[in-house]
């Protein structure tokens, strides 16, 4: 049991760069497998960033080489630091929890806690 809260969403032009934060109440992060998704109108949410509790991560193709996923166990925080943004990232950004595993996972199904969401918008 927990709740997730992301925040640092906004506006920005194409090339720029956000970083979107995430905490939980109850039990750390470190315990979990931790992910972050996206959802914009009319589609389906999909994966853009995982980590296992065990350090392995994965990322989807469009993000690959922008996206940096982490974990402050200390302050049980994820961060998604994203770089040169592009138009297509326009989406509500969501991160997520769901049981430990040995490999990260961008399937959906696997996460159980969700947060809310954080909008972020990029012009070109």
């Known amino acids: 049991q927990g709740q997730l809260v992301e925040s640092g969403g906004g506006s920005v032009q194409a090339g720029r760069s956000l970083t979107l934060s995430c905490t939980a109440s109850?039990?750390?992060?470190?315990?979990?497998?931790v992910g972050w998704f996206r959802q914009d109108p009319g589609k389906e949410r999909e994966g853009v960033a995982a980590m296992s509790r065990y350090g392995n991560s994965e990322y989807a193709d469009s993000v690959q080489g922008r996206f940096i996923i982490s974990l402050d166990g200390a302050k049980n925080t994820l961060t998604l630091q994203m770089n040169d943004l592009k138009p297509e990232d326009t989406a509500m950004y969501y991160c997520a929890r769901g049981p430990s595993r040995w490999t990260a996972t961008l399937l959906r199904g696997w996460y159980d806690t969700w947060g809310q969401g954080t909008q972020v918008t990029v012009s070109s």
């Open positions: 109850g039990e750390n992060f470190s315990k979990y497998g």
